[in-house]
């Protein structure tokens, strides 16, 4: 059975903003797809950013980056923000296939992910609608036509 768990410390930016780091390890599928919900949703009650390290996670299919979607839509109508980090090359392809690299912030490290928070984020638009349906359907691998 697929498991997903999580470490998560509350730390600070470098210029003293306090934020969620949750480092991930497993699978982000459909049977840990509940697990990932109650745990995000507790975090984003706290009105604070969210940085969620992928580096441990060795399989997400499309459902969970669907709700990496919602769950940034989520953040932002509460003027937070989520992070992603160390992310698979497979993972970053499917993301840019479909087009969500521009409606996630995405970093190569935890400490590029800081230092950006500090310096200011870019906005990010809102994802079109239907994009988290869209993104259920799709597989790393997949193509987009």
């Known amino acids: 059975m697929p498991r997903l768990d999580a470490t998560i410390e509350e730390i600070q930016t470098p210029k003293r903003r306090r934020i969620y780091n949750i480092a991930l390890t497993g699978v982000i599928s459909t049977p840990t797809l509940e697990t990932f919900r109650r745990l995000m949703r507790s975090y984003v009650e706290s009105d604070l950013d969210i940085l969620v390290d992928l580096g441990s996670v060795t399989y997400i299919n499309s459902s969970g980056l669907g709700e990496m979607v919602t ?50 984020l870019k906005k990010l638009e809102p994802p079109p609608a239907g994009l988290a349906a869209r993104a259920t359907m799709m597989q790393v691998g997949d193509s987009v036509t």
């Open 71 to 120: 769950l940034q839509d989520t953040l932002r109508q509460r003027n937070c923000n989520l992070l992603l980090c160390n992310i698979t090359a497979e993972v970053r392809q499917l993301l840019a296939m479909l087009g969500m690299n521009n409606f996630l912030h995405i970093f190569d490290s935890r400490e590029s992910a800081l230092s950006g928070l500090d310096a200011g």
